[in-house]
């Protein structure tokens, strides 16, 4: 298809495992984002995305899960060194990646996040994280005595927190970078505004990826399940509920399987 300037990219995890990891990455880039600003606010802010992410790791055995893709992967990737059209390099170099990300895992002691759990400050704001407005400086004092500090240490500090998530953050990025980018979109066709499929049930398609352009004035609601997805085209309506344009809609779709 051609290239779209400037593009819009929705997404759409199928299972739950992708939904996981996409909600880390976007609280990694959350957190990335902030970590670097002087303000007391951009401190709160790359905090609030740490606990974020320390309440989603609380949820199941996301070493495993990682794992487990990880290795489907690795499998799925092995087969294409039979292809001669593959670029071996690059190949090589994915599958490398991917062995290095298995044996940081497999070296980690304890739980990702350990460290953050144990730390008293970031566990404190964990418990006040459920009460709505529960880190007023009036509740706790000693995090309104760590944001005093002068923003150099705090920014010294977010990093190392940070960084200690490598082990968990560097898989994710590079599972879904896999994944994006192992299929080249394609151009289809809405008609009223609506698109449906029925999925391969052979295929392990894992994201489904909707490109528009910037200026193309709907935005898709995707529904999916094991065997066919819909999507519709929804004009905004201001405060009033978004309907679906009648208007033909041509777009860029990614189904990403590996």
Known sequence: MNQVE?????????????????????????????????????SRACLSSLVNILDVLSRGDLKNEIL??????QSSLATLREVQAVDHEQLNNILNQIEHA???????????????????????????????????????????????????????????????????QKPIMLMLAILRESVEPVELTAQGGFYQHNLKPDTPVQILRIILPHDAGVFPEISAGKHRFSIRFLISQGNNRPVQTEETINFGFCSCAL
């Not at 298995?102 to 418990?127: A, K, V």
Request: proline share 4%; aromatic share 12%; net charge negative.
């Open 102 to 168: 298995q044996r940081d895992i497999h070296n980690l002691n304890g739980q990702f996040g350990q460290q953050l759990r144990e730390h008293e400050l970031i566990s404190t704001l964990r418990q006040r994280s459920t009460i709505i407005g529960g880190d007023c400086n009036f509740d706790l004092p000693a995090y309104h005595y760590w944001l005093s500090q002068e923003p150099d240490k705090r920014i010294r500090e977010l990093e190392t927190w940070f960084d200690s998530l490598d082990e968990l």
């Open 6 to 42: 400037n593009p819009v990219i929705y997404e759409q995890p199928l299972n739950e495992r992708m939904r996981t990891f996409m909600r880390l990455e976007h609280l990694f880039k959350q957190t990335a984002y902030s970590l670097r600003g002087f303000s007391v606010w951009d």
């Open 68 to 73: 487990k893709e990880l290795e489907r992967l």
